[in-house]
């Protein structure tokens, strides 16, 4: 069965700190993409990358950064968390060159104090 | 730009009723359309999907048609079930194109 997993379902932290979202696929998908999930918004697209070492902004890259050292893994990283970035941190992957079918990982419910 | 508007919810129906959740796009070319539902507490999953104009797209009784001329793809069940309360979102994909361009969602609540 295919999977993506995030690090964590609930993740508390404080204004200012450096925050780390994790994001692991077993399926040996070329792409892997970070979505923010806002009520009334819809999902948008933060970053994302079809190659190791490779990225691409997406619609609202400010605020975030993105590493992928390794092809199963994709981290979104928020240098100076802020409260405005309180929200659920969808993570996906598809295999190129099919961006279209996109599996999802459960999330990640982040609050910001 | 591209974009995807939906019915407004939460949309709320008894088992058995029938569904139908209203979805239009703007877009130039010829996009992809989707369907993705996302149960509670758990991610995102492709319920169904339509690539050209007149397409249907079906799964799990569900079904979506491309309709180009009135630049739609609505969703419809003709008796929904407990078990599809969740929330679906509408997408899009132009030819070409890496990125998904979503709806803003639409919760389903099914009352027994």
């Known amino acids: 069965d295919v999977k993506v997993t995030q690090s964590s379902r609930y993740l508390v932290k404080r204004t200012g700190e450096k925050v780390f979202l994790e994001c692991v696929q077993d399926?040996?998908?070329?792409?892997m993409f970070w979505y923010r999930q806002d009520p009334g918004l819809g999902l948008r697209l933060i970053y994302f990358?079809?190659?190791?070492?490779?990225?691409e902004k997406g619609d609202i890259p400010e605020g975030y950064s993105v590493s992928r050292e390794k092809k199963e893994r994709f981290s979104l990283i928020l240098e100076s968390a802020s409260t405005n970035q309180t929200s659920m941190y969808l993570c996906?992957?598809?295999?190129?060159?099919?961006?279209?079918?996109?599996?999802f990982g459960p999330g990640t419910r982040l609050t910001v104090l | 730009g591209d974009s995807v508007t939906q019915m407004e919810g939460p949309v709320t129906l008894s088992e058995e009723a029938f569904l139908t959740i209203n979805c239009t796009y703007t877009?130039?070319?010829?996009?992809?359309l989707f369907w993705y539902v996302q149960y509670p507490g758990e991610g995102l999953q492709l319920l169904l999907k339509?690539?050209?104009?007149?397409d249907k797209g079906s799964n799990k009784g569900f079904e979506a048609t491309y309709r180009k001329e009135t630049t739609s793809f609505h969703l419809e069940k003709g008796s929904v079930q407990v078990s599809d309360s969740a929330v679906y979102f509408c997408?899009?994909?132009?030819?070409?194109?890496?990125?998904?361009?979503f709806g803003q969602g639409t919760r389903l609540t099914i009352n027994p």
């Open positions: 996906a992957s598809s295999l190129f060159p099919d961006y279209n079918e996109q599996f």
């Open positions: 399926m040996d998908h070329e792409n």
């Open positions: 990358s079809y190659d190791v070492k490779m990225k």
């Open positions: 877009a130039t070319g010829y996009p992809s």
């Open positions: 339509a690539t050209k104009a007149d």
């Open positions: 997408a899009l994909v132009k030819q070409g194109a890496q990125k998904l361009v």
